[in-house]
Every structure is written in structure tokens, then in C-alpha cells.
């Protein structure tokens, strides 16, 4: 199947505690000639995004809302979502501009974001959890556990494990992705050995408001 990209600049987004700068990429919508009835349109969406929360800053690239890349901004590398994409990680070329989207972001929420303050609502509604395992379930063969967040926004959270109601480390760092509408979606990932007495839960706490959502996996 074919596929057409051309790009486009979406505008720059203010909302109290948080600047967005997205940039969009997307196929036109105008008609296409016989010969390219099968193209399909798709969306590459790159997101830096900064606040007075946690994470300060971040950065998400996604493809049709599916989340390819973040940045770890402390190692300053580009960081997979899932181990298929590494070879598609490592991009030098473009990280001044990263950095500079990063500065320019953290001036206009110190600068600016305070003018706005207390003119439009700082949280849209409660995180929503689910957890699932990535492959299909065979105890005693190594899986992983995703814990999904939806309905995010603004992007402030802390995520947590726990089995038997007993912590558990060794999490990947969660992954914040930006979707159209100016909400968000996260996801954590714990590697285990699924055994039928199981219980997991992924907590979520949504640091703006201290709310927690906990979702269990038995």
C-alpha cells in the first residue's frame, strides 16, 4: 500500500503550566488523481511540551497517535517506546533544534504562562487505567505488563508498580504521548514471568490533583 506525507506547522498552544509546540506532518485532503487512489493519509506528530509539573519538559513523536520516540532530555538522546524502533532512534541532526524548541518553551511559561494563569482550567478530568499483557499470556514464559493512561492532561503524573501490594522495581521510564485535542496518553511497562498467582497493579497518581487511579492485573 502507498503512503503520502507532505508537512504542515500547527501554531503554537498555550494553556496555564503548560506550552505545547507541535509540529504536524500529514497527507493533503485535496483530490488525488486516478493513479493514487490508494494512497493513505497519516499524521506524524512532534510534540515538546514544558510545565511548572513533572516532567518540567518532554518530547513525543507519534504516527497516527501510535508513539514512536521521547527524549531523555537528561542523556539528551531519543528513547523507543518499544525495542523495533531503536535502529530509527539515533537522529543527531536535528537535536539544536530540540534544544532550542526546549529553551524557548521554559522562557514562554516563566515570561508568559503567568499572564494566563487562572483564565483557563488547569485539569481535564481523571487518568484512566488499564493494564495488559503485551504478548499472549503463557505462564512461566517471560512477558511484559502495560499499564495504559488515558484521558491525561496536563501530562503531571507518577506511576508506580506493586505485586501482592508489595512494590516492584525495574520499570521502563513511562512514556507521555501527545494526541490531537491537546490531551495526552502515557504508558508504563514491566518485564515478568507470568505465574497463576499473580497480582499486579499499576498506580497512578496525577500530581496536579493528587488523584490516583489503580488498574489490576490477576
Known amino acids: 500500500m502507498a ?3 507532505s508537512q504542515g506547522t500547527a501554531p503554537l498552544c ?3 503550566l503548560l506550552w505545547l509546540l507541535p509540529q504536524c506532518w500529514t497527507a493533503p485532503e485535496a483530490p488525488t488523481p486516478w493513479w493514487r487512489d490508494e494512497l493513505q493519509n497519516h499524521t506524524f506528530l512532534h510534540t515538546m511540551y514544558c510545565q511548572n509539573g513533572t516532567p518540567h519538559v518532554g518530547l513525543s ?3 497516527d497517535e501510535d508513539q ?3 527524549f531523555d532530555f537528561s542523556q539528551d ?3 523507543p517506546r518499544l525495542p523495533e524502533f531503536a535502529g530509527w532512534a539515533h537522529n543527531p541532526g536535528d537535536t539544536s533544534n530540540i534544544f532550542f524548541d526546549k529553551t524557548f518553551c521554559r522562557t514562554m511559561i516563566e515570561e508568559i504562562g503567568p499572564k494566563f494563569e487562572g483564565q483557563i482550567p488547569v485539569s481535564r478530568g481523571f487518568p484512566i487505567v488499564e493494564v495488559f499483557t503485551l504478548k499472549p499470556l503463557e505462564f512461566g514464559k517471560p512477558n511484559t505488563l502495560v499499564c495504559f493512561i488515558s484521558n491525561l492532561f496536563p501530562p503531571t503524573l507518577a506511576v508506580s508498580w506493586q505485586h ?3 512494590p516492584v522495581e525495574g ?5 507521555v504521548s501527545a494526541l490531537d485535542g491537546l490531551t495526552f496518553q502515557a504508558f508504563s511497562y514491566l518485564n515478568f514471568t507470568p505465574a ?3 497480582l499486579f497493579s499499576c498506580i497512578v497518581t496525577h500530581e496536579i490533583d493528587n488523584h490516583t487511579a489503580i488498574a489490576y492485573w490477576d
Do not use: G
Not at 520499570?171 to 512514556?175: D, M, N, Q
Open 3 to 5: 503512503h503520502e506525507l
Open 14 to 16: 498555550l494553556l496555564p
Open 61 to 63: 513523536e507519534t504516527y
Open 68 to 70: 514512536l520516540f521521547s
Open 77 to 79: 538522546i531519543r528513547v
Open 164 to 166: 501482592h501490594s508489595a
Open 171 to 175: 520499570a521502563r521510564p513511562t512514556f
Open 196 to 198: 497463576p498467582s499473580d
